[in-house]
């Protein structure tokens, strides 16, 4: 038997909203439930995260408001865009999110959207607390300031 070829992360979607408007923590590897005709819609690269979130459900986290459009093959057996997608992830892992949701009033935030080396679909989520209005100022001051230092750096040689 030959060993299958393991491709390189495949990106499908990106959050990058969560780094302007959240302080990320913590950030962990989950997996998705998902029917066929969500992967199919996934492997033509068609996804949203940007207004998503992970959600506490009973006793598992769901992943709620990320779309993924219809796949124009599936007809009467597609799927709802923004249904909500139960995230794989071990127990011990579940209720370390879990606990920081409840005790310390955290956000769990989809920062990637991806295919990982054999092809299952993966969502990177991180632990996330909302930021003030003038830490964004100052996160874009310093943004600004790291752009302003390249060129200077560069220009001088």
Not at 6 to 13: D, F, N, S, T, V
Not at 79 to 90: A, F, T, V
């Given at each position: 038997m030959t060993e299958a070829k393991?491709?390189?992360?495949?990106?499908?979607?990106?959050n990058r909203r969560a780094k302007f408007d959240y302080f990320l923590d913590d950030s962990i590897e989950a997996g998705l439930v998902?029917?066929?005709?969500?992967?199919?819609?996934?492997?033509?690269?068609?996804?949203?995260?940007?207004?998503?979130?992970?959600?506490?459900?009973?006793?598992?986290?769901?992943?709620?408001?990320?779309?993924?459009?219809?796949?124009?093959?599936?007809n009467r057996f597609n799927?709802?865009?923004?249904?909500?997608?139960?995230?794989?992830?071990?127990r011990?892992?579940?209720?370390?999110?879990?606990?920081?949701?409840?005790?310390?009033?955290?956000?769990?935030?989809?920062?990637?959207?991806?295919?990982?080396?054999?092809?299952r679909a993966k969502l990177e989520l991180a632990l996330a607390k909302g930021k003030k209005l003038h830490d964004k100022r100052a996160s874009e001051a310093d943004k600004d300031w790291k752009r302003d230092q390249a060129r200077l750096m560069r220009d001088r040689g």
């Open positions: 393991l491709q390189p992360r495949k990106l499908i979607a990106e998902l029917k066929g005709s969500e992967v199919k819609s996934l492997r033509l690269g068609r996804a949203n995260i940007a207004e998503s979130y992970a959600a506490v459900e009973g006793d598992e986290l769901v992943l709620i408001n990320a779309y993924i459009p219809e796949y124009p093959g599936a799927h709802e865009p923004r249904r909500g997608r139960k995230l794989l992830l071990h011990r892992q579940i209720n370390k999110f879990i606990g920081a949701v409840q005790r310390e009033g955290r956000t769990i935030v989809p920062v990637k959207l991806y295919f990982d080396e054999k092809g």
